[in-house]
T-cell receptor, first 116, second 109 residues
Framework: GAGVSQSPSNKVTEKGKDVELRCDPI?????LYWYRQSLGQGLEFLIY????????KSGLPSDRFSAERTGGSVSTLTIQRTQQEDSAVYLC??????????????FGPGTRLLVL | KNEVEQSPQNLTAQEGEFITINCSYS?????LHWLQQHPGGGIVSLFM???GKKKHGRLIATINIQEKHSSLHITASHPRDSAVYIC???????????FGTGTRLQVFP
């Protein structure tokens, strides 16, 4: 079946602009995660959605970052007033359930964001 | 100190060699994940384990929960194994992953 898809695959924007990144999880997966990977650095958690529960936003680096998940499926990560340090690959993952760490996460191909 | 430490950071090997990558963590967890990231960037889940050992083809993962340590072994390494291997843990009762910095493996023919 189809995996996790993300769009756009690449995004170049100017400092100060807002960007929206989209994630389509695997159909039927109730948990959805956003991570980012900055150049030369490891992966870091941003936010995750678990069914109808309030999202865990503990990894969002600033209030310029927000995310929503509509209808329990598609998710959008929004970065307002982008800064150069926001340049990174933004990865989305989904899992069948949110099970306290027991579920395999399936990753999308990522969106490469470059802020000029 | 990072909550998840991996070693080595970089590893080169000749085809056929036995490879070991280590991961230590400091948080309480229910399971540990090993991921593989290929040069193109895609990330694939290799293993999820909470005790003992798991084997998939030439890959073997072990974990010692008491010592908070896991190892990933590759037997008879091949150039196609060249990738970044990442250890990740979800703290107790959460699903968000905390990642190690990764081990970049290059296997030469």
């Amino acid at each position: 079946g189809a995996g996790v898809s993300q769009s756009p695959s690449n995004k170049v924007t100017e400092k100060g602009k807002d960007v929206e990144l989209r994630c389509d999880p695997i159909s039927g997966h109730t948990a959805l995660y956003w991570y980012r990977q900055s150049l030369g650095q490891g992966l870091e958690f941003l936010i995750y959605f678990q069914g109808n529960s309030a999202p865990d936003k503990s990894g969002l680096p600033s209030d310029r970052f927000s995310a929503e998940r509509t209808g329990g499926s598609v998710s959008t990560l929004t970065i307002q007033r982008t800064q150069q340090e926001d340049s990174a690959v933004y990865l989305c993952a989904s899992s069948r359930l949110a099970g306290g760490g027991w579920e395999t996460q399936y990753f999308g191909p990522g969106t490469r964001l470059l802020v000029l | 100190k990072n909550e998840v430490e991996q070693s080595p950071q970089n590893l080169t090997a000749q085809e056929g060699e036995f490879i070991t990558i280590n991961c230590s963590y400091s948080v309480g967890i229910s399971a540990l994940h090993w991921l593989q990231q290929h040069p193109g960037g895609g990330i694939v889940s290799l293993f999820m384990l909470s005790s003992g050992k798991k084997k998939h083809g030439r890959l073997i993962a072990t974990i010692n929960i008491q010592e908070k340590h896991s190892s990933l072994h590759i037997t008879a390494s091949h150039p196609r194994d060249s990738a970044v291997y990442i250890c990740a843990v979800p703290p107790y009762n959460t699903d968000k992953l905390i990642f190690g910095t990764g081990t970049r493996l290059q296997v030469f023919p």
